[in-house]
Structure formats: structure tokens, C-alpha cells
């Protein structure tokens, strides 16, 4: 019987390193730098690529890495009681346009979804919401602000007993829009919606890997 062939390494056909390329990809898309700020920051430490090498590897790679965060994170978030989403939108300009960054973030500042759409209407809700369900599951309640989209987008998915609006009580999710401000600002903001979209949800997993915030973390689950 033959042996089951092992998955071809996506890392085969690039001559340097996995970790050289991890850590490139991480610098990159965790810290507001351009690439060639990330090309200097090697040089200085012996690795000599070009920034144009930084760009192709986050786009090839960013994605790859940010699954596997994904991955070991849901698998634990699932089981988690009490556990509370906070939901809001904000505006990103593409283009000249502007175009609407939805992101849910549960109680503890782990962002758990990124959604990108042109309009914020209920439509553009029911979408957002159906995929943060269907990739983590059923929380216990949902905190959002005052916008109609988000009274009608659970009535339809039958939550709407779950869905909580406060002034003042979203103020984790309008926060964690400050990290991905900055490095929209290094970036020189966006052009494309795909590319907003992918780099919001890698920029999201890689966050969540390195945020070791521990007031924000409650004793349970630090346990």
C-alpha cells in the first residue's frame, strides 16, 4: 500500500529561510512600517533582501500565517461561557471613495472578524454577521450601537433578544480601530477593496498573536 504523499512546503521554492520569511512577514504586518523600513531593520541585522521581496512575501505568506492563528484560536474561543461580541463599522477611503471596515471584537479585545463592503446597510450586516457566526460560533450577547442595520440584521437571524445598545459600551471595539488606523497610515491607505480585504483580516489574526494586553483578560481564562 502506498504511503500517503506529505503537502509540498509552500516555503520551496524561496531560498531563504521559513523563519526569515515569518518574521519579515510579522514586522511588516504588525507594525506600522513601509518595506523599506523593514529592509533596513534586516540589513542592520544581517539579512539583505529588497523591500520589493517584503511585499511579495506578506502577500503570498500574510495570509498563510494568519490561518494558523486562526486556527488554534477558535478551536479554544468556542468554549469560552459569557462570551460577548461588540460590533461596529467604520469608514476606510478607497480611491477617493469611501467604503465600510465592519469588525466584531469579543470582551476580552480579540478581534474576530473583518468584513469589508461598500454600502452599511442591513444587507451589508446580515452578511457580516452570518460570517462572524458561521466562523466562531453563537455568543451570549452582542453589543452594537444605534444604527437601524444592526436592529434588523438580528431579527432575521434570531437574536435579536441578544443584542444589547449603549452609549457608551462599545467603546472596545471603537478602540481597537486604532491599531489598524496607524498602519493604514503608513500604508498610504488602500486602492483596491481585495487588498483591503486581505490585509484587514491578516492585519486582524496577527494583532490578536501578539496582544498580550493582560488587564483586558479576565482570571478564567487566563487560567
Known sequence: MPRPRK??????????????IRLVVLMYVRFPLSPRN????????????????????????????????????VSHMRGLRNWRWHLDEMYVKLNGKMVYLWRAVDHEGEILESYVTQTRDKKAALAFMKRALKHHGAPEAITTNGLRSYGAAPSELGAREKQEVGRCANNRVEN????????????????????????????????????????????????
Open 38 to 73: 523593514v529592509e533596513d531593520l534586516l540589513f542592520e541585522r544581517g539579512i539583505d533582501i529588497c523591500h520589493e521581496i517584503v511585499r511579495l512575501w506578506w502577500n503570498r505568506f500574510g495570509p498563510l500565517f494568519a490561518g494558523e492563528v486562526r486556527r488554534q484560536r
Open 176 to 223: 481597537s480601530h486604532l491599531p489598524f488606523r496607524r498602519r493604514e497610515r503608513a500604508m498610504l491607505r488602500f486602492r483596491q477593496m481585495r487588498t483591503l480585504q486581505k490585509f484587514a483580516s491578516v492585519h486582524a489574526n496577527v494583532h490578536n498573536h501578539f496582544n498580550h494586553e493582560r488587564h483586558l483578560v479576565d482570571r478564567q481564562t487566563y487560567k
Open 7 to 20: 503537502p509540498a512546503s509552500p516555503f520551496r521554492y524561496f531560498n531563504s529561510s521559513p523563519e526569515v
